[in-house]
């Protein structure tokens, strides 16, 4: 596949491509590992993980949420 989008679109945008990619893979792991760690009970805990696996971009989403979150509580 990768080949495929070079030989559409080039070196330079199959790399930012392939590591964009990669970056949100990483924000996607550290997104479920968040909400599996929260301190909740494990009846919406379970419900949270089985939302982020259904709909990949909640856990990203989550993550910047909760990276925000504590950017605030940090300011005061």
Not at 63 to 75: E, S, T
């Amino acid at each position: 596949m990768l080949k495929w989008i070079y030989n559409s679109i080039g070196f330079f945008w199959t790399f930012s491509l392939a590591i964009v990619v990669f970056i949100l893979f990483i924000c996607y792991l550290a997104g479920v590992a968040g909400i599996s760690d929260l301190k909740i009970s494990e009846k919406k805990k379970n419900w949270l993980l089985v939302l982020g696996i259904v709909f990949l971009p909640y856990p990203v989403i989550w993550l910047f949420k909760d990276i925000i979150q504590q950017r605030r509580q940090l300011d005061l």
